[in-house]
């Protein structure tokens, strides 16, 4: 009769990549660092990230891009907690391939 189901499907069925991504909050910016490797082993060799404002483009580096926003840029969404004390941010990575030499993220080793 309806519902969900017991397990969740595969990652691919849900159109989620596995690649490796580290939050940081602080006080008043979120960091999110995405490793390059792990985007090459999912087929982007060359890909653009932006947060949900694609204004908030990634800085790469030889390992890993990088987005960094204030708390209420980036089209953040703020969720406030049920204590009504804690506030949930939340934004989500976009990434597209792009051509070789294509825009989409500053980086820093150039």
């Not at 069925?13 to 490797?37: A, F, T």
């Not at 090459?40 to 580096?61: H, I, M, W, Y």
């Amino acid at each position: 009769p309806g519902g969900f189901p017991i397990f969740p499907p595969d990652l691919e069925e849900r159109n989620v990549l596995d690649i490796g991504v580290h939050v940081k909050c602080e006080d008043k910016r979120m960091v999110v660092s995405v490793d390059k490797e792990s985007l090459k082993a999912n087929g982007f060799t060359n890909a653009s990230l932006t947060l949900q404002d694609p204004e908030c483009k990634a800085v790469a580096n030889a390992t890993h891009y990088t987005l960094e926003t204030p708390l209420t840029g980036c089209k953040t969404t703020m969720l406030p907690m049920s204590d009504n004390v804690k506030v949930l941010h939340i934004n989500n990575v976009i990434i597209n391939p792009v051509e070789a030499g294509g825009g989409g993220l500053v980086d820093e080793d150039q």
